[in-house]
């Protein structure tokens, strides 16, 4: 188990998931490190014509586009010859980067393709183009195409890839008997890079995703199991000259019209119908110079047409995490984040304003935004368990980050935030660092400090301190990561005065230590029935500060990857943990394991069997937990999935609760740029009232509808339409609708 107040190194989603690649000579079919050859670098011509992006390839330019093999299979295989052939070019003009590929396929009905909404084809075949302008090796932009066109697009930074970034490009995908193309025009309005007459030198990496039996990937360049830095293995892409990133100049208005009725009087009541509110909008982005941008917004659009992932809250003693999905939070996070979520925006709930300003110049990253917001937003920490508060008042919220590159790949920085309303306020302020010793070898650091006052009436109701309080934490962490194996030693140590109040760290009150050691087996191709299989072993242990333990836990576990996209973990928990008072032994194997066996469905369960502390009577239960999911396609346009969460707690004298958690969504897409989903969530929770300490309802109910159409020529010009609505019930009471809302929301992205 984690610390929450350390956030470890993190495998990029797909692309970086297999380790990385150093320069060496033709391929290395052994995988050996010392045998690679160095990533081939290119020269690239302007286009002898213009290009339509029509995925068909038939310019004279692309005749004389210089070609680019992608040669290396890099997982499962270790640099071995891949299974099929790739092949791309890349040329420009004033304009944009163009490039083009030809996936070739020895089965083109294999090949596996469906319309879907943008940044949502990662288990299709698709291609992906790394561009690292600037190219110091630290930060890239990233983009994905399917056969069919779906776009995916990403911030590449020290080999963590950031999927909320959005940008404008062109795309087209087509089916052929021989495999399948892909076109792109990236324009140079898009991207990030120095403004200068000379030639231009870029790092670039091109690789092809072939998920079959197992999910080949294969690139335009080795890759060394031993190296964790992606970007330091890139190709090199040179001759780009007269070539300039533009104003960038962004304006986006939008227009919400929302209606939400109510049923006053719950159950008996009608719905009542309320008044529409419309509300208009505006976000400005400006490109102030070519890695620095401006961005504010006035009255801008925060509404969730994506459902939140659903969650138990049953027998839960910390506040759940919910990931930020707003685009003005997240352009140019990357810039912003700070290690352990000390900088976590969807504390702003319902901002009048914001204005925001990130960027990078040579070596220095920085990032910083305000914003005022009518909701303040409180998470109440603890050693034990946390508590949450809103409240209906307006509170003004600053943010401010730095950080350095230091020598070929490490980092330091800063940040300080603030938060203040009427009576209340709160600072946070720290350094950290992240420090790559070798290519295996990396450390981080952080160390932070708060300064709090709440008003007198929210510290009684909250048992907080009274008065102006200040707490520290601190976190030094170290990893090695090679071929085979990887260890992790760190230590944690936060005061039980510690608030991060823009952050999300529900628990506080802390010290200790954890460690863990991972020996990882490949195949070398001899054996077809795994690609992967490591054994981990792990313990950590935490107590408050007055020496009293609040968990030891020891896990062994094992993973496996191999035919039929089939992957998994088996672990096995035991420990103590510390609760009202009383030391609990617990035991707890776990599972997850997940299935793709053909293109067209996905399987995949987590499982649970052991103890678990009964938090609202404060015992030790019996705990099983199982979360099945179900994945369909049928034809191209539609996507179907069923997820569902059981929970039972139970003790010697019978069952003392059993949750339900079951959400079921239907996709139906036109195109690649709209798409008409259903989803309902519906949530029940049956008690044992003899079983508990206090008086409890038997059974709760919950369901939550919606239905969204959606259209997005771009991120950022769409129209959505769409209807929700909630039902409650209980032991007494039939499901009965509370409230329903509908929703418009028209949004235009003008370019300059």
């Given amino acids: 188990m984690r610390s929450p107040f350390t956030t470890p190194a993190i495998a990029a989603l797909g692309l970086a998931l297999a380790p990385a690649a150093l320069p060496a000579s033709p391929i290395a079919q052994d995988g050996a490190a010392d045998t690679l050859p160095e990533a081939p670098s290119y020269t690239i011509e302007r286009a002898a014509s213009e290009i339509d992006v029509d995925a068909r390839l038939d310019e004279a330019a692309w005749e004389e586009a210089?070609?680019?093999?992608?040669?290396?299979?890099?997982?499962?295989?270790?640099?071995?010859?891949?299974?099929?052939?790739?092949?791309?070019?890349?040329?420009?003009?004033?304009?944009?980067?163009?490039?083009?590929?030809?996936?070739?396929?020895?089965?083109?009905?294999?090949?596996?393709?469906?319309?879907?909404?943008?940044?949502?084809?990662?288990?299709?075949?698709?291609?992906?183009?790394?561009?690292?302008?600037?190219?110091?090796?630290?930060?890239?932009?990233?983009?994905?195409?399917?056969?069919?066109?779906?776009?995916?697009?990403?911030?590449?930074?020290?080999?963590?890839?950031?999927?909320?970034?959005?940008?404008?490009?062109?795309?087209?995908?087509?089916?052929?008997?021989?495999?399948?193309?892909?076109?792109?025009?990236?324009?140079?309005?898009?991207?990030?890079?120095?403004?200068?007459?000379?030639?231009?030198?870029?790092?670039?990496?091109?690789?092809?995703?072939?998920?079959?039996?197992?999910?080949?990937?294969?690139?335009?360049?080795?890759?060394?199991?031993?190296?964790?830095?992606?970007?330091?293995?890139?190709?090199?892409?040179?001759?780009?000259?007269?070539?300039?990133?533009?104003?960038?100049?962004?304006?986006?208005?939008?227009?919400?019209?929302?209606?939400?009725?109510?049923?006053?009087?719950?159950?008996?009541?009608?719905?009542?119908?309320?008044?529409?509110?419309?509300?208009?909008?505006?976000?400005?982005?400006?490109?102030?110079?070519?890695?620095?941008?401006?961005?504010?917004?006035?009255?801008?659009?925060?509404?969730?047409?994506?459902?939140?992932?659903?969650?138990?809250?049953?027998?839960?003693?910390?506040?759940?995490f919910f990931p930020e999905r707003r685009p003005f939070f997240l352009e140019g996070s990357d810039?912003?984040?700070?290690?352990?979520?000390?900088?976590?925006?969807?504390?702003?709930?319902?901002?009048?304003?914001?204005?925001?300003?990130?960027?990078?110049?040579?070596?220095?990253?920085?990032?910083?935004?305000?914003?005022?917001?009518?909701?303040?937003?409180?998470?109440?920490?603890?050693?034990?368990?946390?508590?949450?508060?809103?409240?209906?008042?307006?509170?003004?919220?600053?943010?401010?980050?730095?950080?350095?590159?230091?020598?070929?790949?490490?980092?330091?920085?800063?940040?300080?935030?603030?938060?203040?309303?009427?009576?209340?306020?709160?600072?946070?302020?720290?350094?950290?660092?992240?420090?790559?010793?070798?290519?295996?070898?990396?450390?981080?650091?952080?160390?932070?400090?708060?300064?709090?006052?709440?008003?007198?009436?929210?510290?009684?109701?909250?048992?907080?301190?009274?008065?102006?309080?200040?707490?520290?934490?601190?976190?030094?962490?170290?990893?090695?990561?090679?071929?085979?194996?990887?260890?992790?030693?760190?230590?944690?140590?936060?005061?039980?005065?510690?608030?991060a109040d823009f952050g999300f760290l529900p628990q506080v009150g802390f010290r200790g230590g954890r460690a863990g050691i991972e020996r990882a087996f490949w195949s070398d191709g001899s054996a077809d029935w795994y690609d992967r299989i490591s054994l981990e072993a792990a313990a950590e242990w935490r107590e408050d500060h007055d020496g009293r333990l609040l968990e030891r836990d020891y896990t062994i576990e094992a993973g496996y990857s191999g035919p039929l996209q089939t992957s998994g973990r088996v672990w096995l928990e035991w420990g103590s943990e510390s609760f009202a008072g009383e030391i609990f032994d617990l035991f707890e194997p776990r599972a997850f394991v997940q299935i793709r066996p053909t293109g067209w469905l996905r399987l995949n369960t987590f499982m649970g069997f052991g103890e678990e502390i009964d938090f609202a009577n404060a015992r030790k239960a019996d705990e099983v937990f199982l979360s099945p999911e179900v994945g369909l396609r049928i034809g191209r346009p539609l996507e179907l999935s069923f997820e569902h969460t059981y929970q039972r707690l139970s003790i010697d004298e019978g069952r003392v609760f059993t949750a339900h958690l079951s959400e079921l969504r239907a996709v139906y897409h036109f195109t690649v740029r709209a798409f008409l989903r259903a989803i309902l969530q519906y949530r029940d929770v049956d008690r044992n009232p003899d079983l508990f300490s206090r008086e409890v309802d038997p059974e709760t109910r919950r369901m939550f509808s919606q239905l969204l159409f959606e259209y997005k020529l771009n991120p950022q010009t769409v129209v959505f339409v769409g209807y929700s609505d909630n039902r409650a019930g209980d032991h007494a009471i039939d499901l009965t609708q509370t409230d329903r809302t509908f929703f418009l929301k028209l949004g235009y992205a003008w370019r300059l």
């Fill in 66 to 320: 210089e070609e680019i093999p992608l040669k290396w299979e890099h997982f499962p295989g270790d640099n071995v010859e891949p299974p099929v052939e790739s092949v791309c070019r890349t040329t420009y003009d004033d304009d944009a980067l163009y490039i083009g590929c030809v996936g070739y396929d020895p089965n083109p009905d294999a090949i596996r393709a469906w319309l879907a909404d943008r940044d949502e084809g990662f288990q299709h075949d698709h291609f992906v183009f790394v561009l690292d302008p600037f190219h110091d090796r630290r930060r890239a932009f990233q983009f994905r195409v399917t056969p069919l066109g779906v776009q995916m697009d990403a911030i590449l930074s020290q080999n963590r890839e950031d999927f909320s970034w959005d940008t404008i490009w062109e795309s087209e995908g087509r089916i052929t008997d021989e495999g399948y193309v892909v076109e792109v025009a990236i324009p140079f309005k898009s991207l990030r890079f120095p403004r200068t007459g000379d030639v231009q030198t870029w790092g670039f990496i091109f690789e092809r995703s072939y998920p079959r039996s197992s999910r080949h990937r294969i690139a335009s360049g080795p890759r060394d199991r031993d190296n964790t830095c992606l970007l330091c293995q890139e190709n090199e892409l040179t001759g780009l000259r007269g070539i300039a990133p533009g104003n960038d100049v962004e304006i986006t208005p939008t227009v919400t019209a929302q209606r939400t009725d109510e049923r006053e009087e719950f159950p008996a009541g009608d719905l009542e119908p309320a008044e529409e509110d419309v509300d208009a909008g505006i976000t400005g982005q400006w490109g102030i110079t070519p890695n620095v941008t401006l961005s504010a917004t006035v009255n801008p659009d925060f509404s969730q047409v994506e459902a939140d992932a659903a969650q138990l809250e049953v027998n839960t003693r910390f506040a759940l």
């Fill in 335 to 499: 810039f912003i984040e700070v290690p352990a979520n000390l900088i976590f925006t969807r504390t702003v709930a319902d901002p009048n304003f914001g204005g925001k300003v990130t960027g990078k110049e040579g070596a220095h990253a920085f990032g910083a935004f305000l914003t005022e917001d009518d909701v303040n937003n409180l998470i109440f920490p603890g050693p034990r368990s946390s508590a949450q508060t809103s409240l209906d008042q307006e509170v003004t919220g600053a943010v401010a980050r730095y950080r350095r590159d230091v020598g070929t790949s490490s980092t330091i920085g800063g940040f300080v935030t603030s938060r203040d309303a009427e009576g209340y306020s709160n600072r946070t302020g720290g350094v950290d660092g992240f420090f790559r010793f070798t290519p295996r070898w990396s450390g981080r650091v952080l160390v932070a400090g708060t300064r709090t006052d709440y008003p007198d009436e929210l510290a009684e109701a909250f048992d907080q301190p009274p008065g102006s309080f200040t707490g520290l934490g601190y976190s030094v962490a170290t990893e090695y990561e090679s071929r085979h194996w990887e260890f992790e030693l760190a230590w944690d140590d936060v005061e039980e005065d510690f608030r």
